[in-house]
């Protein structure tokens, strides 16, 4: 059987709403973004935190959970396929609202692709990379910021190695907040900062 991880890559933001600080914020959507991993059928939540917000140990997550330290995606991957997984998908911390089934869309090209990308639709960066492990050589490296479809392409023998799925939006500054569906269940920790309840 096919052991596949799902990495939320979390660190501090760098904006929040008014009222509410960085630190609370980025846990409330890390939280809401790890309750979609803990729903996924035949996948482990693990998460990957950046240098520096190690505290956030404390405040998420459950006992049990997988941590990797950096925002490197190729050290994610490299620490994944050490703890025995044959797939992981990385997925930016600032998607509280995603899709179960954009995760699946991003692993599912890996039975016949090394790797799989999904942009994010608001702007530069990846929503998530997804790769068989251990990760193709050719993967070039960094955060999901400093990534992009092009230029994973760009890095593979062939671009036809890399799949691209649909992407999705994430919560980077105060204009992303329109996106959010409040008819969608799920997001609470996000949805009751927003509220005043956080």
């Known amino acids: 059987m096919t052991r596949r991880v799902a990495i939320a890559a979390l660190s501090r933001p760098a904006w929040a709403p008014p009222g509410t600080d960085t630190l609370s914020w980025g846990c409330a959507l890390a939280e809401d973004l790890l309750d979609v991993l803990a729903t996924l059928a035949e996948v482990e939540a ?5 240098p520096g917000e190690e505290g956030l140990r404390s405040r998420i997550g459950w006992p049990g959970l997988h941590w990797y330290a950096g925002s490197d995606v190729n050290a994610a991957l490299a620490s994944a396929h050490r703890d025995g997984y044959d797939q992981a998908v990385v997925l930016a911390g600032d998607a509280p609202d995603l899709p179960g089934m954009i995760i699946a869309k991003l692993l599912r090209p890996l039975t016949s692709r090394p790797v799989a990308v999904a942009p994010a639709v608001d702007g530069a960066g990846l929503l ?3 790769s068989r492990l251990p990760a193709p050589p050719w993967l070039p490296g960094g955060p999901l910021d400093g990534l992009s479809v092009a230029k994973v392409r760009a890095a593979a023998p062939r671009a036809a190695e890399v799949a691209s799925t649909p992407g999705w939006h994430r919560l980077r500054g105060p204009d992303d907040l329109r996106r959010l569906d409040p008819r969608l269940e799920g997001w609470d ?4 900062l927003l509220s005043g309840r956080g």
């Open 189 to 192: 920790a996000t949805r009751a």
């Open 46 to 50: 693990a998460v990957l935190v950046a």
């Open 128 to 130: 998530g990379l997804a």
